[in-house]
C-alpha cells in the first residue's frame, strides 16, 4: 500500500506496525514505528499519547513525558 507521508493514515499505518512490532520483541523498530506515526501527523494527539504509552512502558519517563506533552497540546491546538 502506497500511502502519502505526513497524513493520518500513514500515522495509523505506523502505529499498527509498531505494535505488531512491539508485540514481536522488536522494541526498537516498534518505537521507531511509533516515532514516525507522531511525525507523519503531528496534529494528531493519539499519536503523542500512544507514543508516550510505549516509552513510559520502556521506562523511558522524560521522553515519555513529552511526548504526552506534545499530545496535550495537539488536543488543545484542535480544540482551541
Known amino acids: ?10 500515522s495509523t499505518a505506523h502505529t499498527q506496525r509498531g505494535a505488531l512490532l512491539f508485540k ?3 522494541t526498537e523498530a516498534g518505537l ?3 516515532r514516525a ?3 507523519a ?7 503523542w499519547h500512544d507514543l508516550g504509552g510505549l516509552l513510559q512502558h520502556l521506562g523511558r519517563y522524560e ?4 511526548a504526552w506533552t506534545r499530545a496535550i497540546e495537539a488536543k488543545l491546538a484542535n480544540h482551541g
Not at 41 to 47: F, L, N, W
Not at 63 to 66: L, Q, V
Open 1 to 10: 500500500i502506497d500511502l502519502a507521508p505526513d497524513t493520518p493514515e500513514a
Open 24 to 26: 514481536k520483541k522488536q
Open 32 to 34: 521507531a514505528e511509533y
Open 37 to 39: 506515526a507522531a511525525r
Open 41 to 47: 501527523a503531528p496534529h494528531r494527539a493519539s499519536a
Open 63 to 66: 521522553e515519555a513525558d513529552e
